[in-house]
Each structure stands twice: as C-alpha cells, then as structure tokens.
C-alpha cells in the first residue's frame, strides 16, 4: 500500500491539536493579517500517528541491522543519549537566558571541550559548527584569519584527489584556489608532489587521515613538517576520528585545525540526514582565530560566554551561528564519552579497526581489494572483481538491501574504480559480521556465476523498486500542488 | 562496555584471522612515537553513574518551564505535542542516515517533500529545501544566493535584522567577493529602518534583507520594500524567526519577497540552549537551480509507483566539489521531521487558531505592562514579542528579576552591547505563558523598576 | 529473514550493561549463593536494539491501521498519556512510602474516581482490580458478600449465551452454578426466560450492556427491575462502555455493579496483552462490600488509604491485590478524561456509534447482518454470505490482514454462526473507514466469485503464512533449549 | 477534540448514508428517560492544560529519586536502562493487541517464549507462563493450582510470606474450596517460620506456601521444607518478590519447589506506586495443564517455517467458560516485555554482578546502622533488604524521617497493623542507593532515635 501524502487526505478543515477559543479583540499586526490560505492540513492525532508510524516503516537504521557506510561511521545510537538531552535542564533553556541560570549548560559545553581536547592533544576547541562541513569552513577561515593577521595573502589550498567533496568546496569557499595533490598506488598521499606543489602561495593542505581510502597516512608527520616548514597550515578532515581515538593524538601529529563529526565518531544520531555537529580543535598556532560565543571562567569562578570582540585587537574569525551551537548534541557527545571513558574509546577505535580487516581478510579472496596492508576502520574494495560480469557497483550495493543491509559507500573515494568503501564500526558484533560476510561473499560468487538477474532488477525487496533519478532533476516536482495527479 | 560487542576470545578468533597476533599490528602505519599516548580521561561509567553526573549538570540551569518565562529574540518556547517527540525516537527515522538509497529511506524522503511543501505554503513561496542548519546560517546563504543571481555583490541588512544574523553574515562572508552594509537597529522607529533600507538600495544591490516581524517585534507591510527591490533589479530577502506569525500575519511571498528565510524551531523543536533548530529556505520556481542545501523531488520507480528521491544534487559539493553552490552538506533532518509533524498536527486551523492566542497573550502583556511606571511599551504593531524602553539598564533588570524565579526576557544589550540601547528589553510569550506569569511579572517590575 | 531468538546468539558470556566492580567480601546469605547457572545470555546493547526494534516489526498496532476487533474496543492511545505516567511524580513512587509523601497519588486517585462515579452516575468505585476479568470478579465477590451479610445463601447466577466467557468463569470462581438465558431473535436477552428463570435462588444476573452482539439491551430497567424484585443483583460486564459514555449512566440503568477496562474505554493502551485495569463501581447496595484499599479523606483534609479491616463489622470483601492496582493506568486515563472532558466522552461514544452504523449500512448488502435495527459501537455479521463459497470466516479474516488490516473478531458472540464483530471505534476518520468498506466489499465479491485462492492460503503478506495451531497444543514447547532444533 | 477525526460535514454525510437524521435515532434502543443526562463533568482541555493539571498533581508526591531511599518490601527501584523504556514505547508493541493473530503478532509471540525461558531459567523451574498481574494474584493461583493437582484443599501460608500476599490469598479464595492456614510472622525467627510450616503438613495439605527472601528479608535454605512437603505428597510453592535474589541465591527450583511464583517489577520496571506490576509463575513440566494464565507455544507455519502462537487455551476461559482454570483474561504483556529486554540486556553475567552489587550495598548498610545506638539488625541473612528492631513505633520514625527529606523503609504495622511488630522496620537497597544515602540515614537516626 502506497501511503498517501498528507495533502492528500482531504483534511484541510481539521486540526489534531485543541486550543483555548479565544474572542475576538483589538489586533495590533497594522493591518496585516493573513489573508492567503495557508495550503496545510491537520490530521486529528490519530491519523497523524499512523501516518508518521507508516512511513518510518519504510526506512532503514541502525537499529534494523548493519549499516557499514564507508566514511560515515554508522555506530549505535545509545538511548541513553536520547533521554539525556531531555532532561529539562538542557533540553528546556534558551540560548539567552541570565548566565546565571545556565551555569550547568556551560559547565557541560567545558567539559565536552576538556574531553575533546585531552582526546586530540590540542590546546583549543571550538563548539560552535553546526556540522561536519561547518566545522571545516571554520577551520579554513582561522587559517585565513591567521595569514591576514600577517599581512599573508596565501591563495591556494591543496587537497589529495580521494578527498571528501566538502574540502575542495571549503576552501573555494574562503577565496582558496584549490589544487589537487595526487595518490601514490599504496593509496597515500604522494609526499614527493605534496613538497613539489608546496611554496609560500600555499595556505593550507586538507587531508583526511585515516583518509577516505581507510587507510592511515603512514608520512602524516613528514607532511605536518613540510607543511609549516612552507608556512602553511595542516587542516585534517576528522571524519574518520573514530578509527584513532586513544591511539593517536593529531596534536602529535602535527595538525594545526581538525573538525569532529559528533553525529559520526560520538554516537549522536544522523537522523536521516542531520541535525549534525562540527567541534574544530586547533593548535597553538589558530587558537586566537577561533569563532565566538565561547565559555570563559570569571575570577569568581562562574562561568560565563563570550559573545562579542573584546575589542579591535580581537583576532576572532566571528560568529558563525546564532547562538551556541548544536547543545543537544553537545549533551549527546559527553554522555557517550563518559559511558565510554577514555579506556572505552579507545577499545572503540581498536575494535573498529579489528571489524574492519575481519571484514577485509574474509571478503578479500572474492572480490578485489584496492591496497594492501592493514586498514584503518574501513575496508576499501573496487568493482575489478566484477569485470565482465554485468554487475555494477549500483547494482552490487542495490542487492545489498536484499540481503538485509544498507549498502556500503559506493563509488567513493574516487581514487579507485567503483569504489565500495565497506565500515563496519565497532558496534557490531562478530556473529552479525560473519552473517554479513557470509551474504557479500554469496553476492560475489553469484555476481561471478553470472546471474545477474538478482541484481539488474535489485532490490526486489523494499518498499520501491529503483527510483528514477534522472526524470526527478529533469523536470523537478519539489512540492505538492492540487493540480499533480498522485 | 554495554556498546561494544566484541569479546576477548572474538577479538582473538578475529586477530587469527587477519593473521595477526596483536591489535597494535593493525596502527603499524601510525609513527611509533605517537600510538597509544597516555591520555588523561577517566574510565568507562556505568549508566546510571553518568545519568547521574548529567543530572547533576542539569539542576544547576534554571529550566524555562519552571518558572514564568518572557525570553525569545529569536527561539520561543511552545508547547510540543507529546507525539512529535515519541515519533522522531523511533529507530527507523532516528538512526537512518542521508536517504541516498531511497529504495530503503522512502519515510525520509516523503517527509522531506511533505515538509518542503508546507515551508512553501507557509512561506508563501513556490519551493523551499529541506532545511538548514539554523535561521542564521540560512540568511547568510541567501545573500550569497543573490550575489549569484544578480551578479551583484552589496547586500542591505536592515536594523529589524537580528544582531546575531547579521554578525553570521558578516563572518561567512568575510571571504567572498559579498560586500555587507549593516544597518542602525531603531527601537522605536521601525518605519525609518525600512525608510532607510528603501533608501540604501540601488544598481549595485543584490539584496535587501528584513526581518518581519523585526528583532524589536514590530510588523511592517514589506511591499514598498519589495517594490523598491525589484525596482533595482535587487532581491528581497525576508527573515523570519518566529515561524508562528505566519499564522496570523500575511506572508512574506505575498509581500512580494524572492527569498524567505528564518527560523522555524518554533514548530516542533524545543529550546535546548540554542541548538539544534531549524534553518528554512524558500524561493520561487525560478531561482531553484541557485537554492543552496538538499532537495527532495518525486519521481517514479521502477514499476511506475511514485517514489522521491534527493534531486538536483548536481549544486552541491560532493558532486561539484570547489564548484558548488555551497559547502553545506548536512539539513537539519530530525528538527524537520518534528517541524512536520507538529504542522501536520496543527495544520492551517490550528496553527491560526494558536497565533491569534499567542497575539492575545502578548496584547495582555502589552497593557499589563503599560500600568507599571516607567515602563514603556514602544511598538505599536508586534505579533508575539515586543520591546520596552526602561529607566533602567536592561542586563541589570533581568538578573535582578532572575534572582526573583523570573526569566523576564532579553536586553538589547546582549545582542549588541555596542548599540547603545541598553535600557531596552524585548519580552516574548506564547501559548504556554498564563495569567499568573503576567500577574507575576508585573508585580517584580513594580518592586525593582523605582 | 527469521530473526533468531536471544538464546540462539551464542552470548551467555557478554552482557549489555556496565556494573562497578565488587571487590569480594564477606557475604551474609547462609552459604546459599547460586551454583545453578542462569541460562540467560546478556546481549551488548547495540544487539537488544536491533533484535527487539525487529521484532517489534512484525506486530501490527493501532499506530498501524484500522484495528476493528469487536468487543476490545481498540481506540487511539495518546502518547499524552505515556508521557504523564512517566512523570517521576507518578511513575518513581513507591506504594509503601509514607502517606504524607504520596498526597498528589491519592488527589490523582479521588479525581479518577469522581470521573469513573460521575459519568456512570454511580455511588463508590474501587479501583485496584487489575484487568476486566478481576473487576468482574472483585464485582461478583461484592455480590456474594452481600447475600452472605444478610445470610442468604444464593447460588446460582444466570448469564446470557452471548456473555464473554469471563462471566461464567467468574461466576464459577465464586462459587456459583452458571445457567444461562437464551437470545431473542432481535439478539437480546429474552426477557421472559429471564423472568421464568429468577428466583431465591438466583444470587445475580450478569448481562454485557450494550451486549456482544453490539446492541442495547433495550427492555434493560424491566430486567434490573425483575432482578430486583427476585432480591438479586445486577452486574454489568463493562466492556461495551465506550457505547454509551455520556448518554445514558447505569446507575440509571439499575445496576448494581460494573467493571470497566480502562484499556478499552478509556485509551490505556493494551500493550499486546496487558497490563489492563478493571476498576468496578457499586450501587448504595453494595458500596459497603467494596474491596480494600481505598482513598479516605481525613478530618484535616488530607487523603489517606484505608488498607485493612477496621473491625470485624467491616463488610469489605477484602484486598484484591498486594498494593493499590494499576496506578500507572490511573494516571493515563485520568489524562484521557481530562483531555475530552464530559463534552468529549459523549461525542466520542456518539461517534463511535455513528462509525460501527456507517460500517454496517456500508456492508450490509455484500455481507450478511444478523440482526436488524441500529447497532451501538460495533456491528455483527454472520457467514450466511460465504455460504458454498468455500469460504470460511476465518479465511475471510486472515485475507485482510493482507488488505493491511487486523482481522475483525470472529466466531464472537458464539449466538450466531461463523461470527464477524466489526468495531472501528471513533477515532477512526471517514477517510479510513471508506478505505476499509472498500477492501471488505472487494473480499466480500472475490468470494462469492468463487476466487477462493485469495483466501485458503492469507496471509500471503504477512511475517508468517498460517500457523498450525494442533502442533503447538499437541506437543507443547514452551521454552527454549539447547538441544531442541532451531 | 484532537482524537476524534470526524467533522461535522462527515457526521452529517455518514447519518445520511445510514438512513437518519440524528444520531440519537442511533440510540433509540436506550430508555428515553435515561438518554443524554445532565453529566456534571469538565469541558476538553488542551494538551498544555492537562499536562499542567497532571505536573501539579504529580508534583505533590515525593519521587523516590529525588532523595535517600530505602523503601522496599515487595516493590524495589533498580536503575532500568534507557534502551528497555524505548522499546516498549514502539506502537507496534505498544499498541498491539492481546496475540490471537499469530501472523501478525510474531513480535510479541517470540518475546513472550523468550520470556518464559527467561523466568523457567532464574527460577530454575521447567516452564514459566506467559506473565499474571502480578506477584500477590500469582501466589493465590498458585494455590488454587496445588489444590487442582493434588485434590486437597488446605494450604499453608508460611510466617514469611508478605502479608498482603496473605489477604490477597484469603480474599480470593474465600468463595473457593480452599482453606488457608496463615501462619505468624516472626522477624528475629526465620528458622522458628520455617519449623512451623514443615509441622503444619499433614496429609490434607495441598501446599505449603514460602517466600524467600522471606518478607522481612531471611534467606534460608528451602530443601527441608521442600522435603516435608513432598513426604506429605503436598507442594511446595515458593515466593520470589526480589528477582534480583535470583542472581545470587541459589534457586528455588534447585531448593525442590514445585511451583514459582512472585513479583518482577524489579527487572525492567519502575514502582509506579504500585502497578503494573509483573506477577511470574513457573511450575514443572508435569503441571503444565494445570498452569493458569496464557501460554505461548512454538510451532510452524504452513511453510515450515518456525513461529509462535497462544496455546492451551482450551485451559483458558474464554474456550471453557465455566470450566476454565481461572478466570484470569490478561497478562502484564508491555510489563513482560521490558523484563525481558531488561534481562536480556543484563543476561546471566550482569545480572550476577548486580546481584552482588546489591547485597554489598545492603551490607554496608547494616554495618553502618550497626553503629547506630537504639538501631538493632535482626536478620543474620539477607539478600539487598532487612529487618532492625527499634526502641520507637517505626511508622512514627518513618514519619519523622520523611519530613527530614529521607525515605526510610517501611514499618512492619503498615504491612499487618494486628501483628504487634510495631517497633519493626524494613530497609531496601539496590545498585542506586549510594554511600552518600546511606550516611544520610545514619545521622537522621541518630538525630532521631534517641
């Protein structure tokens, strides 16, 4: 049964919530009231209920099976987390209110950043990024800032090819030209070119690390060094943080800015595409450009927020959102790292990587493994295994979802061919990583016995069959009218 | 550790099998001198130890709820139906990532669009996307939108723009080709602050951006703004952070706006100390190809049955990568959801039904106040919100008024200390304010206003 | 995918929650700790999540679609309600802590009784049964004992033929003979049986108003008044309630005793069997004969609980159960009363009587009604119309379920063949009920069309094909263990 | 009304469908002189005002949270993990019927069979049903049960047994053949208890009924009892309103009982002042067709494959009528459900180290009012609650106590006001109370016993 739109169900004329009737009196809008219809029906609780229940049902999450999306750290979502960020104390405050009647938010918002901090070996963080990609055009605005606080009008930033799409598009952002440094075929950052391309035009190089092809960039301190030896800054795409937590600092490895993903490495709900959060910690070097508001302790110990430049010698990049940043998530964040404790996260990021290369070394003898040598928290393989077969991808993934699963990350990185980027995360269990791989192995060999019919029509077994991408762009239908035909 | 499934004897089997002895063979390719630093956390918490620890933190705020609340300025408290919360924690919406497999993320998808379309209609725009990351973030979007549809590069944020909008637009901005002229915030003279936004635009303006009603709560008729606008070939942007007026107060679309923006926490979302909430944008047909942020259009699948899928992905960034429209890579999903499904409770009934009550509400405050010496109500329009003049310095009443158990609102001053309005305070109430917290306003102000 | 059960995932050595260390010490159980093992296997917190979110996919719920199962009344549950019994003021009190710490308890308690006596217009109510079965039998101990206060020792008790099954039970329980009185061909009491069959030593009459058959028992004051007259009392089974709130009261009515089921009439959700709540109202007959506990107000106004027998003259029949019944169905229907008001509960039972009439109207000419005339809240079809199509009711029930619906109750009041009782209840739109007459009119002309295969095999879009019922009762596994196949 | 989806356009079309012209013609069956009565009730209120009526009522109680708590016997606050309250909250558990639909019920079916594994497995019996109201209505149709298999009517209710479950036993069956000999509590007496009920079997008994923990908190070692019993061909039923003891205390299966019963709120649930609880009762695969209450059996579906059904109904009354077993209709079904995903969360493993967490709190409870002057400990075995004798009416220093913010434990005389143990009090612990609490304790009794 196909679930109508709620345009659809003839209710215009109805409300699901009661309110107090209110008589009428003298309005003070100066004249301007809505005489447009406002096109939004309401549906009585019930029908709304049912309507919201039916279409969850035809999504997938974590908590319906393994969801092992490369370079998206798809881990459990405690509920715990969720129930935290309701108690009234955080949930019901609002972002203005005397700082005296905050003083527990704030103290929550310095313990994420000594937690986050401590973790990265970095002297400051930054809370306030709204997400992954906020987070990154903050990191790159300090950098600006900190170049034109010396007069250094650096124009370009280097970027590896297997980058994630946000970094170019960051850094063109903030008036970067950006120029892209090449892979070495161990899927590393090819530091002969990085030094060749490197001179005092360059302000920044953004690399991932553990980077989009799993793997950990082995030269990543050599890189640090040539990097600030040129005078520019190393910003280091954190999104894959969760693979290194406790096992190594980028403090120690020389990075000078480094977004978090609190939805991805901290457990805090993607909610099916946001709301996300950015922290960015930074070196020595940044730590004045930081962004506002930011907790500060007064003598008298209280804590309060600083919103505004102190004055003009203030090197703060700004304000980049409102109010404070993404609190709910903040008390997310703290509560999965106090559950976990240091000794956790760090047993997290070891058994990542330990659910990774299981994945690896049992898949790896039937379909192809794009580098050699260990992974980090994700196993990259490309589509060579299916030569010849019919099967793409696409398609691959697609019968994915008959088995059971989310597909993994597909064509991306886009360093290897038909990339399948494969992580698993920590939270899942050795006896669900054996199904797994009993199904990807059944898939392969299936793909290669040619029977492609399981996957040119897959999936068979989800609420649609494939969607058809192209005849949505080319005449684009973005909303309901009363004149489409359902 | 309750999240972590492995065992040791699973991480041995599984050791044996990448053929490995010891974990650490698996960070070989980490400097030796930098794995396993020693780093100073504590050890793992029990559940109920950390519920503890975060209680605690908790009951040092003052939760809105527990006392009479006056606060907005940009995020108001309204009551939440129980079924948006319980709905939103369910595991399939919840804990689904980006619908990019829309065979599996239909729910999400059909959400998305059912949520573009009442943004539109409230909006009273053709098309809106599927969120942004806050009210804020979205103007700052919009000014660069028009910059790429005019080709023109001076933005006009008028005074009624709230100060914290208008810093995000000057920060994000700082380093594009964007040049932002910030106006005069007037209190008590909101027609001279449209006065001078008519005035300020010209052959070089992309946009003019207002906010109605103003960061002071006035309500003004935009239409000689707009007019004004189009005159110049420049767009209107119109802010608008109390989504709750649009029940009570005509559109923006109607007011001859090209882009709407705001924030629409009102609807569904709690306070939480200023985040997450809800970034909308709306524009008209003509401009969709240069809307930053996520899409969601219909389309068919493979046996003919509508189906809808994240569309025009060609704008953003991890297609075009340096040449996207925007860096913007996440929406604000969750706070979308609970958006819809607390609008699709209302609906157009109940929504209007409860902006006249927050009207009336703030219209009871209004000549509540107007009896308490030396406070001076200075708008003459307003929907929810409306600022005072006092005799007094405005911080000062409002921490005196806290220690009292009264959230009284906010001083201008905290928005901007540098304005030179500190004897202002804007107050906000809703649905959720009674009688009481007015009768008991009123009396604290009589005591602490001499 | 069939999802294993919990003992299956080879996890008796893990667990999914975190616990301090106990260092070992001296302890005090007389050297009886536990040598047996617990065969429970504890899952990681990530696995509980998934494996109940997917079994929980294979129930169908209100939260799902029209839920039209006659006699159970399986209205809306607001999750309003879920929220206030959540409130640490209701849901983390303890029923011995000191009476002056439990006052907003009691206030709660009187108030739900003030409602349950006001709109049954009925003089005391005892609330602690636990379901429907034990208020019936909280209703027919109060009956027994007031025979026995006055030295009568009546011991018999007639019900109709169309009584849920729990009356007679009950009946017996107490230490009564069951006869029963035949239906009238208009599916009500017959009126003269009943008459014929009253005498001394009849101790009550036990009727359902409005009856299974879903219709009112039109001729009820003279049945209450022959009742009377033969010195017996007259239970109301309750169940029917949600029929007539608001527009007519059995203490209007002559009743002498009647349950209610909180989980139907009054939106407490029915959980997939439990936990229920059975609150029973008295006439002045009986009130003094009324179960223990129950809320008193002292002379200072505060509330308090009377808990045990005053004196040996204290007529109460007793206490039912270990504390004070369902508090936490309490709290959720006192929330559902509160949120109609009086003006709602009326309009709610008008509605629901206009929707099982608009359903009957709407089937009558496809489907064979069984008795003529207006019904209450729900509408009784027979088998007639599947007559030689081969066809039976439960055929018929289980090919909705593949409509997308829960199957009607069938072979329900067992006074007619192959029974089909239809109750949409009111919360159920016009919109929805138009979709279901619809699918009901389809399944009624595939059948007579002879297209039996549609029905033989349904559910054919269900979790599970027919389950085969003999085996399970022949054989009975009732637990899991390691040696049984899996 | 938010909950009702017809308009009044929908009433008018559907009494026109049905042939009348206003619904009272609906209800022309019910005496004219009885419809439409003056109901003297409140109008609807809004969600915002039922939620402040409901917060104020609620807020007049003191939640055991929300300070030093030791309240116990038969009803415990154990820390219930956040993931068991979401659960039970997904409409598809929460919503759903009673299973008679097996194909679409499979969901509460399978937990119901891991439910009763999980409750045979801790009691140590082979069969557990599906769940009674709770542990007092359990322990009365376990007597009835034993009457049932043996054909003996006399029972006896051993001094341990809470005295509520007592009244609960003596009311139900009073209009049954049973007969219950109730025997006398002694608190510094355990094993005087357990001599009286062996020396109350003789060949008439039907069953000896003993809790253990006993209800002021003895742990003894059931097998003589079990074999006095069985000597006399009578039961031995055993009552457990501690689950958590399971984790620690050898079993009573293990002990030699014939039936389990008791009370498991204190896996997966809160106290909820007192329901709804979760009754459990485990018998021998011998008595299984004298089990009341629903079974769930395993089975297959037409194609073989594995699935869950309701079975032996034939027991049940709504197949026997008259002749059914009991007149039992529910079960605690949502309250069986957070057991379960409680215990399978904790499993054999956490649940131990719970266990032992527990009975250390309690022991350093009784060595902490071991110092206390006045303050005497009785019991020499315990499992997480004991007994102390005080030199004052307990009730009255519960009293005191609890205006000092400090739940003390509950007085025997509120449990059995005739018992002359007025000077008696109960203490409870479980993993929440914390040394802080405890020191709390001490210094109020030491403030106030003197």
């Known amino acids: 049964l196909a679930e109508p739109l709620i345009f659809e169900l003839d209710r215009a004329d109805t409300t699901g919530v009661d309110v107090p009737e209110v008589d009428d009196f003298e309005m003070a809008i100066g004249g301007l009231a809505r005489k447009t219809s406002i096109g939004c029906p309401g549906l009585p609780e019930p029908d709304a209920v049912r309507h919201y229940t039916r279409l969850s049902r035809l999504n997938y999450g974590i908590d319906m099976g393994v969801f092992p999306l490369g370079s998206c750290t798809m881990k459990h979502n405690p509920r715990l987390n969720e129930k935290m960020a309701r108690l009234p104390g955080f949930g019901d405050i609002h972002p203005l209110q005397p700082i005296s009647t905050v003083q527990g938010a704030l103290a929550l918002m310095g313990e994420l950043s000594h937690w986050l901090m401590t973790i990265t070996n970095m002297p400051a963080v930054a809370l306030s990024p709204k997400a992954g990609a906020h987070g990154e055009l903050c990191g790159v605005m300090a950098i600006r800032a900190a ?12 970027c590896p090819e297997s980058a994630h799409g946000t970094n170019p598009a960051t850094a063109a952002f903030c008036g970067y030209d950006v120029k892209s440094i090449p892979a070495k075929s161990n899927g590393r950052v090819d530091i002969d070119a990085l030094k060749a391309a490197l001179n005092e035009t360059v302000a920044a190089v953004m690399i991932t690390n553990p980077n989009t092809c799993g793997l950990f960039e082995t030269e990543v301190k050599e890189i640090a060094d040539a990097i600030h030896a040129a005078g520019a800054y190393f910003y280091c795409d954190g999104a894959n943080f969760n693979a290194i937590m406790g096992k190594a600092c980028p403090g120690d490895l020389g990075v000078d800015a480094m977004h978090f993903n609190l939805h991805k490495t901290f457990s805090t709900p993607h909610g099916g595409g946001g709301p996300g959060s950015g922290p960015v910690v930074f070196s020595d070097a940044l730590k004045d450009f930081a962004p506002m508001p930011y907790v500060v302790k007064e003598n008298d110990g209280s804590l309060n927020l600083k919103e505004w430049k102190a004055d003009s010698a203030d090197t703060s990049l700004g304000r980049l959102t409102a109010f404070h940043g993404q609190m709910g998530m903040y008390v997310r964040a703290l509560t999965y790292m106090l559950s976990h404790g240091g000794d956790g996260l760090k047993q997290a990021s070891e058994d990542a990587v330990l659910n990774a290369n299981y994945i690896k070394a049992s898949l790896m003898d039937v379909m192809s493994l794009s580098y050699e040598g260990p992974c980090m928290h994700e196993a990259l393989f490309d589509d060579r295994f299916l030569k010849d ?69 897959a999936p068979y077994y989800a609420p649609r069959k494939r969607l058809d991408e192209t005849q949505a762009a080319r005449q684009p239908v973005l909303r309901y009218s009363n004149n489409q035909e359902a | ?21 010891h974990i650490d063979e698996l960070f070989k390719d980490v400097p030796a001198d930098c794995l396993n630093p020693d780093i100073d956390l504590p050890r793992h918490k029990t559940e109920l130890e950390v519920e503890r620890h975060m209680a605690r933190l908790a009951a040092k705020n003052v939760a809105a709820g527990s006392v009479p609340f006056f606060v907005g300025a940009g995020a108001y408290r309204h009551h939440v139906p129980a079924t948006v919360d319980h709905i939103i924690q369910r595991g399939e919406f919840l804990t689904a990532y980006t619908p990019y497999q829309p065979e599996i993320a239909q729910g999400t998808l059909q959400y998305i669009f059912e949520f573009q379309t009442q943004v539109a209609e409230l909006t009273g725009m053709d098309v809106a996307n599927a969120s942004m990351y806050d009210g804020s973030t979205a103007t700052a979007e919009a000014v660069m939108m028009a910059r790429r549809v005019t080709r023109r590069k001076k933005a006009v944020l008028a005074g009624s723009v709230h100060p914290h909008y208008r810093a995000v637009v000057e920060t994000t901005t700082q380093y594009t080709d964007d040049e932002i002229v910030v106006q005069k915030t007037l209190p008590e003279s909101p027609e001279a602050e449209l006065k001078a936004a008519i005035d300020a635009i010209d052959e070089t303006t992309s946009c003019v951006v207002f906010q109605n009603p103003g960061v002071c709560g006035h309500v003004l008729d935009l239409t000689p703004l707009a007019e004004a606008a ?146 001076e109500v200075v708008n003459q329009t307003f929907f929810n919100e409306f600022t005072v003049k006092l005799p007094v310095n405005a911080a000062g009443l409002v921490e005196a008024l806290a220690e009292k158990g009264i959230l009284a609102g906010v001083p201008f001053s905290r928005l901007d200390p540098t304005a030179g309005l500190e004897n202002y305070l804007m107050l906000a109430v809703t649905e959720t304010v009674t009688p009481d917290d007015i009768a008991a306003l009123v009396a604290a102000l009589e005591e602490t206003v001499k």
């Open chain 1, 147 to 158: 170049h034109e606080a010396r007069g250094d009008g650096r124009k370009t930033i280097l």
């Open chain 2, 1 to 21: 550790m309750r999240y972590l499934p492995l065992t040791t004897t699973d991480r041995q089997e599984m050791l044996a099998k990448i053929g490995v002895r």
């Open chain 2, 230 to 375: 189009h005159a110049n070939k420049a767009l209107l942007i119109v802010v608008v952070n109390e989504v709750f007026s649009l029940g009570l107060i005509e559109s923006p679309g109607a007011m001859g706006a090209d882009i709407v923006v705001g924030e629409a926490q009102s609807i569904g979302n709690g306070l939480n100390f200023g985040g997450p909430y809800l970034g909308i944008f709306a524009t008209n047909q003509k401009y969709v190809r240069q809307m930053p942020g996520r899409l969601c259009g219909q389309t068919v699948d493979a046996e003919g049955k509508r189906g809808f899928v994240l569309t025009l992905s060609t704008r953003e960034q991890h297609i075009r990568r340096e040449k996207a429209t925007s860096n913007i890579c996440t929406n604000s999903g969750l706070c979308s959801l609970a958006f819809t499904i607390h609008m699709t409770l209302m609906g157009e009934k109940g929504l209007r039904a409860l902006a006249k009550l927050n009207h009336k509400t703030a219209c009871d405050l209004r000549d509540a106040l107007n009896g308490v010496a030396g406070v």
């Open chain 1, 389 to 457: 077969t019919g099967v793409t991808t696409l398609d691959f993934a697609k019968a994915m979802i008959d088995e059971g699963y989310h597909p993994m990350t597909m064509y991306f990185p886009l360093v290897v061919h038909g990339a399948m980027l494969i992580e698993p995360t920590e939270t899942e269990s050795k006896f669900n990583l054996d199904q797994f791989i009993r199904s990807m192995r059944g898939l392969a060999s299936t793909a290669k016995a040619g029977e492609t019919e399981r996957f040119e029509g």
